[in-house]
Structure formats: C-alpha cells, structure tokens
C-alpha cells in the first residue's frame, strides 16, 4: 500500500513557475514508477509526466516538455515536477500517481495508487 500526497499547487500568473511535490508513504517508493497527471473541469485526467524507478529516465508530454520536469529523490520517498513558463491552458487539478510495473506507462487506469490532487490556476 502507498499512500501519496501533493502539495504545491496555487494560482500563478501566466509565465510563471511552481513546482509541486508528491510525498508517499512506505518504504517501497522506490520499487515504483511515478508519473504526474491533470484533469482539466469538463475534461479526462490526462498525462504530463513519468520517470522511472530509479529516476534516470524521464517523459513528459509534448504539450509540456520544454516547460515541466520530473524528478524523484528516493531517499526522501518524494516525487517533484518543476512546471516553468505556465499558460492558463495548464489548469488542472495535478494528481501523482505509482505504478508497479517495470515501465513507465501513460494511461491512467494502469496505475495502482493515486493522491488526492492540487489544483493549479494560472492567469491570463
């Protein structure tokens, strides 16, 4: 069992910089694939970003990766993801999640373990 827990979010102006984070509990977070997710009002959740277990591999979306990085620090049991130059169409409530599969994957249903989101709101 993991449970996970965002924190980060807010309001920013269009441009600007956030980076969320997402503690998990147990002592297994490394044995996890990571990924960050959004779920725009009126739209399905949609993938952003994952990194291996190890944190030496990464992928991000097109719609984002020249603006947001992932990362992990195993010892701290934290996932990060660094969202720079943000534009209002990056609304979304931001949820992490853990997959236990070997590889990283970006459908949602085949992660195992999700947290409750943080809502991000950037301004025009």
């Known amino acids: 069992q993991v449970q996970l827990v965002e924190s980060g979010g807010g309001l920013v102006q269009t441009g600007g910089s956030l980076r969320l984070s997402c503690a998990a509990s147990g002592r297994t977070f490394s044995s996890y694939v990571m990924g960050w997710f959004r779920q725009a009002p009126g739209k399905e959740r949609e993938f952003v970003a994952a990194i291996s277990r190890s944190g030496g591999s990464t992928y991000c979306a097109d719609s984002v990766k020249d603006r947001f990085t992932i990362s992990r620090d195993n010892a701290k049991n934290t996932v990060y993801l660094q969202m720079n130059n943000l534009k209002p169409e990056d609304t979304a409530v931001y949820y992490c999640?853990?997959?236990?599969?070997?590889?990283?994957?970006?459908?949602?249903?085949?992660?195992?373990?999700w947290g409750q989101g943080t809502q991000v709101t950037v301004s025009s």
């Open positions: 999640a853990a997959d236990a599969s070997t590889y990283y994957t970006t459908s949602p249903g085949l992660y195992d373990y």
